[in-house]
């Protein structure tokens, strides 16, 4: 199946600071791809659908001045974690489908594990 | 927007026993209904899908079944086995945004 890449697997950064994560399709374009949050035991709760060349639509209680999202290609988006907290410690986990498919299969990169301390 | 509801929470059940999990759907609209099963700290790894044309699909042990009419799907896992042990969470995919919504997930163990 299609391989979708995340990057980095696992990120510790100090409160305050800034984390950006990458998303990537590697063999299919993706003109959307999801972010989703996962907390220990818990579901993967849609965040925010990443919109290539466009803003992306944010979920509501998802602050999108904090989670900055950037989709500049159809291949690549990327989630800013801005001034992270340590509430904001969490599993993220990126989804796509190939570009002009619906009702599909969608492929879900690794995921990131942030904790900040 | 979408609101999908799973049950049981967890589910433990003997090797060999089977197993089924429950999905409710709100939107309509969905015509994507996908099972992941998820081991920890890992991506959710697809096992089976059905679309809404379908009333049941079966892949081995693996079975889902669609009633588009009361919006819930389920999953059947039979002759269960000490590797199926996983958390599980069923999906639903709209049409409109192609966006997918995930249950609370069912955590299962197969006793050996």
């Known amino acids: 199946g299609a391989v979708v890449s995340q990057h980095p697997s696992w990120v510790i950064c100090k409160s305050g600071t800034s984390v950006k994560i990458e998303c990537r399709s590697l063999d299919f374009q993706a003109t959307t791809m999801f972010w989703y949050r996962q907390f220990p035991k818990q579901s993967l709760m849609l965040m925010a659908t990443?919109?290539?060349?466009?803003?992306?639509?944010?979920e509501q209680g998802v602050e999108k001045d904090k989670f900055l999202i950037n989709h500049a290609s159809l291949t690549l988006s990327t989630l800013t974690v801005t001034s992270a907290h340590p509430e904001d410690s969490s599993f993220y986990i990126c989804?796509?489908?190939?570009?002009?498919?619906?009702?599909?299969?969608?492929?879900f990169g690794q995921g990131t594990r942030l904790t900040v301390v | 927007g979408e609101n999908v509801e799973q049950h049981p929470s967890t589910l433990s059940v003997q090797e060999g026993d089977s197993a089924v999990i429950k999905c409710t759907y709100s939107?309509?609209?969905?015509?994507?209904f996908p099972w992941y099963k998820q081991e920890l700290g890992k991506r959710p790894q697809l096992i089976i899908d059905i679309r809404s044309n379908v009333g049941e699909k079966k892949d081995q042990r693996i079975a889902v079944t669609l009633n588009k009419t009361a919006k819930h799907f389920s999953l059947h896992i039979t002759e269960t086995q000490p590797e199926d042990s996983a958390v599980y969470f069923c999906?639903?995919?709209?049409?409109?945004?192609?966006?997918?919504?995930f249950g609370a997930g069912t955590r299962l163990t197969v006793k050996p």
């Open positions: 999906a639903a995919r709209t049409g409109n945004n192609n966006d997918m919504r």
């Open positions: 989804s796509a489908s190939p570009s002009g498919t619906f009702n599909t299969e969608a492929f």
């Open positions: 990443s919109n290539e060349g466009s803003k992306a639509t944010y």
């Open positions: 939107d309509s609209a969905s015509n994507y």
